[in-house]
């Protein structure tokens, strides 16, 4: 059993994001253009019949989200997500982790960084890397879909692109 926490970004929520333990049904659509990253962790304890807690504040970088880290086992999914990580990377999965990300724009020293069994998906994406604008070791996978790569790729350590 896992319990699913929803990460909303956008307008409609003044430009932050938030974090939801009690998201919308699968069939409602994003807030107004927003985007939603959908985390799967370990259950916690069942609901009570109390109301939810308002959301949290999760802080954001200047393109208006954070880089993405994702380990032990989670499962992200985003989509129309910019992130500008700098001299950092915009996107880490390690550790059992898979990534989804649709419709995306990922800039950093390195671009996605996948290892440790991870497996990360781009569709509709580009990629830059001033560094590495994909890396993949470990046992890491990478797979393209209508995907623009701008940069370097490192591949060691059984990790694989598919294009």
């Known amino acids: 059993m896992r319990t699913i926490l929803r990460l ?3 307008l ?3 430009g932050g994001c938030y974090v939801q333990t009690a998201p919308p049904p699968p069939s409602a659509p994003s807030p107004q253009g927003g985007e939603t990253v959908v985390v799967t962790q370990p ?4 609901a009570s019949a109390q109301p939810a807690p308002a959301p949290t504040p999760v802080a954001t970088n200047a393109a208006g989200q954070q880089p993405i ?3 032990s086992n989670e499962d992200i999914r985003l989509d129309g997500v910019v992130i500008q990580a700098g001299a ?5 999965a390690s550790g059992n982790c898979d ?5 995306c724009q990922l800039s950093g020293d390195v671009g996605v960084s996948a290892s440790g ?8 994406c580009t990629v830059q890397g001033s560094g590495e604008a994909l890396m993949v070791s470990g046992n890491g996978d990478i797979h393209l879909e209508n995907t623009t790569v701008q940069g370097e790729e490192m591949v060691s350590g059984n990790g694989e692109i598919h294009r």
């Open 69 to 71: 880290v994702c380990s």
């Open 99 to 103: 990534v989804t990300l649709t419709n």
């Open 8 to 10: 909303t970004c956008g």
């Open 88 to 92: 950092g990377t915009a996107v880490t």
């Open 117 to 124: 069994n991870s497996d990360v998906t781009l569709v509709g």
């Open 43 to 46: 259950a916690a304890q069942p």
């Open 12 to 14: 409609v929520l003044a």
